[in-house]
T-cell receptor, first 113, second 112 residues
Framework: SQTIHQWPATLVQPVGSPLSLECTVE??????LYWYRQAAGRGLQLLFY??????ISSEVPQNLSASRPQDRQFILSSKKLLLSDSGFYLC????????????FGSGTRLTVV | AQSVTQPDIHITVSEGASLELRCNYS??????LFWYVQSPGQGLQLLLK??????LVQGIKGFEAEFKRSQSSFNLRKPSVHWSDAAEYFC??????????FGTGTRLQVTL
């Protein structure tokens, strides 16, 4: 069966510090991978998605970047965090197409102080 | 562009009462439609999905949803709510690009 792992679960970082959130998927190959940010009352905002190694699409301009160094690994990064980067970050994977929907990780609560 | 509207931010129902959460979507063709549930501090769990066939779909935990093309709606229903159903519910729409667009969510509170 397929599983998705996301870590850390919580993170408190000072303004201006770097960020690295990691997401890995097991039990499947060539998944589509996604990073979402969830802010209170604003639903889920798609930040990045990837359909293959090294292929990253950015949905919104921001202080964050994403990379996919391996088929089942998706990393969200920042060189210098802003207060506005605080939020709940969710990684998800899907097969090609939407017949099975997305499967989400358990999320990372990031607080920038 | 695809979009989803969940008009109810917060709903409170009594345990044992029926539930309907509203979802309206905008998409040019036949969409893929989903309902997800999120408990506090957790990821999202898929409740049910629709992309073709019978317009009334059954999901996990006793939930069902009905696709109504004429109304561009995909409302979620449950005949009798349990206290454990208290959570946030998200409707989502997708198309050929494999990207899902989510609504802003409806928070369900269940009173005993």
């Amino acid at each position: 069966s397929q599983t998705i792992h996301q870590w850390p679960a919580t993170l408190v970082q000072p303004v201006g510090s770097p960020l690295s959130l990691e997401c890995t998927v097991e039990g499947t190959s060539n998944p589509n991978l996604y990073w979402y940010r969830q802010a209170a009352g604003r639903g889920l905002q798609l930040l990045f998605y990837s359909v293959g190694i090294g292929q990253i699409s950015s949905e919104v301009p921001q202080n964050l970047s994403a990379s996919r160094p391996q088929d089942r690994q998706f990393i969200l990064s920042s060189k210098k965090l802003l207060l506005s980067d605080s939020g709940f970050y969710l990684c998800a994977w899907s097969r090609e197409g939407l017949s099975y929907g997305y499967t989400f990780g358990s999320g990372t609560r990031l607080t920038v102080v | 562009a695809q979009s989803v509207t969940q008009p109810d931010i917060h709903i409170t129902v009594s345990e044992g009462a029926s539930l309907e959460l509203r979802c309206n979507y905008s998409y040019g063709a036949t969409p893929y439609l989903f309902w997800y549930v999120q408990s506090p501090g957790q990821g999202l769990q898929l409740l049910l999905k629709y992309f073709s066939g019978d317009t009334l779909v059954q999901g996990i935990k006793g939930f069902e949803a009905e696709f109504k093309r004429s109304q561009s709606s995909f409302n979620l229903r449950k005949p009798s709510v349990h206290w454990s159903d208290a959570a946030e519910y998200f409707c989502a729409v997708g198309g050929t690009a494999s990207k899902l667009t989510f609504g802003t969510g409806t928070r369900l509170q269940v009173t005993l």
